[in-house]
């Protein structure tokens, strides 16, 4: 879809950086400037902040009250809400070093790597959302429902998924004779149930003591007037679309990178030499993020040869307005085609190739200083537009950068080998799902542990982080179980 609508755009968009077609029978406006992009969505954000229906998702909009998904939310007081909760408990867990997680996380990654390599698309997904399910619900033995109730979302809500977001008048047939209806009232319930069962299990162990600081317990102790939410429904949805997020769209550039890293040795030599110097031999932290400028721009430049929201997310017009002398009435859906912003011949000289150096050489448009501070991939257009710009930009790039550098100072990626032949087995460049979010088709390649004491190192770094989980939840239980034994002298 992205690409025909890129097309499209050399055929139409002439000067404006913008055209108009219909898409049975619904007026879109395909944004493929980022200037204009910036004009419409940003400095005229008010007109156009609202969200369009998601046919084969029952009150996608909250228009009747459902208040489930925040992303697909019309421009409404759940809307409103849910996005102040999300933004304020995001940051707040940055200032509580939510790193702790992600490093956690990513040492167990490297490990499973280790010693499972076949499997590494599964875990790659799982680790995304094992830092998830840590942050909302202090577990992550919940990633693989979280990741699978993710999956079936991000499903449900891509033009690509059921035929019903298509064919949207299938969408109307009366529920018994409507498998596609049928099959969402069934997702949509587990999903829903899994979400309040979140809640109803936090409140259980905060009520023994037992549940350390996660979203949560977060809400459950300031209660819902000071959120203000509506209640614990409201909120298991608000926190459950938080751990939904995370999932696939941190695993896509994740995948993207081990796919450019096996592309282009080069860069990857150069990212493990600026590791290894500036760490002196250990594994990056977040810390040394402003001495690793050549690691930070390889993550840019994977999210711009590689987007994995490459059409870019659907505003609506919510008021008739008049744009460079267009009319653009209420209802028009407006498009920022994101393959077309990061593919300007202008801005990124050679498009097409992958070249981090645009980020790192000032000879380059993009180059930007202080290097202790750009590349950035904070202010992305991949991240979307004015009022309904992600919420998730910081966490992705902590996350990138952790899990990016973990995996630089471990490994060589490279292709593998054939055992038949010998020969290097290919890795697709441009093999992929067409869901909204992408992902790569499923490829082969090798994990080889830069060296036996590397290797060594990581198996010991998740012995003791693990280690160390493990006494802080013994700890935090033994300390509520005391706390509840000792006699009350306050009755
Ligand atoms: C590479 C990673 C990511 C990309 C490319 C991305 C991209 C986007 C885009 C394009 C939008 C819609 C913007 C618009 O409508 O103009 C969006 C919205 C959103 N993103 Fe992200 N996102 C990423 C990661 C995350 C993460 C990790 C989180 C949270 C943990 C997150 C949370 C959200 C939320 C809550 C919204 C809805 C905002 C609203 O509708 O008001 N995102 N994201």
Not at 131 to 157: F, H, I
Not at 209 to 235: I, M, T, V, W
Not at 347 to 365: Q, V
Request: include cysteine; aromatic fraction near 10%.
């Amino acid at each position: 879809m992205w690409l025909k609508f890129y097309e499209w755009g050399k055929q139409y968009s002439g000067l404006n950086g913008f055209y108009m077609t219909e898409i049975l029978g619904s007026p879109i406006l395909v944004v493929t400037d980022e200037a204009v992009a910036e004009e419409l969505m940003v400095k005229r954000a008010r007109y156009n902040s609202d969200r369009p229906t998601i046919r084969s998702i029952f009150d996608s909009k909250s228009t009747g009250g459902s208040m489930e998904y925040l992303p697909l939310m019309g421009k409404n007081q759940y809307w409103a809400r849910q996005r102040r909760l999300t933004h304020a408990y995001l940051t707040e867990a940055r200032n509580a070093h939510y790193s702790g997680v992600m490093y956690h996380e990513a040492k167990r990654w490297l490990v499973r790597l280790i010693e499972d390599p076949e499997n590494f698309q599964s875990s790659l997904e799982d680790m995304a959302s094992k830092v998830m399910c840590q942050l909302t619900w202090d577990d992550p033995n919940l990633s693989e429902y979280c990741a699978k109730s993710a999956r079936g979302l991000l499903t449900q809500m891509s033009p690509a998924g059921p035929i019903t977001n298509v064919i949207t008048p299938l969408w109307h047939l009366p529920e018994v004779i409507n498998p596609w209806k049928r099959a969402e009232r069934k997702r949509h319930d587990e999903q829903q149930a899994w979400w309040m069962e979140r809640i109803i299990h936090t409140r259980a162990k905060m009520a023994l003591g037992l549940q350390r600081p996660c979203f949560a317990r977060q809400y459950l102790e300031r209660g819902h007037k000071r959120s203000n939410l509506s209640g614990d429904y409201e909120a298991s949805c608000v926190i459950g679309m938080i751990a939904l997020v995370g999932v696939f769209t941190v695993a896509g550039p994740l995948s993207y990178w081990l796919i450019c890293m096996v592309h282009h040795p080069q860069w990857q030599s150069r990212v493990q030499k600026e590791i290894d110097e500036e760490c002196h031999g250990r594994m990056p932290t977040l810390e040394d993020a402003p001495r690793l400028p050549t690691l930070r721009a390889c993550i840019k430049e994977t999210m711009r040869w590689k987007p994995n929201v490459p059409t870019g997310v659907a505003h609506e017009m919510e008021a008739n307005d008049v744009y460079r002398g267009y009319f653009l009435a209420k209802g028009t859906r407006i498009l920022p085609l994101d393959w077309a912003f990061l593919r300007n011949e202008t801005k990124y000289p050679d498009p097409g190739n992958f070249h981090p150096e645009r980020w790192l050489e000032p000879s380059w448009p993009t180059y930007q200083e202080p290097l202790t501070q750009f590349p950035t991939i904070k202010g992305m257009t991949s991240f979307g537009w004015g009022q309904r710009q992600c919420l998730g930009q910081t966490l992705t790039q902590d996350e990138l950068i952790v899990a990016c550098g973990a995996l630089s100072w471990c490994f060589n990626l490279k292709p593998k080998k054939d055992l038949a032949t010998g020969a290097d087995i290919p890795v697709p460049l441009d093999k992929s799902n067409s869901l909204l979010i992408i992902i790569p088709d499923p490829f082969q390649m090798a994990f080889e542990p830069r060296s036996s004491a590397r290797k060594q190192e990581a198996l010991r770094l998740w012995e003791e982080s693990d280690a160390r989980d493990e006494r802080e939840r013994d700890e935090f239980a033994k300390h509520a179980t005391m706390t509840l034994e000792k006699p009350r002298t306050d009755i």
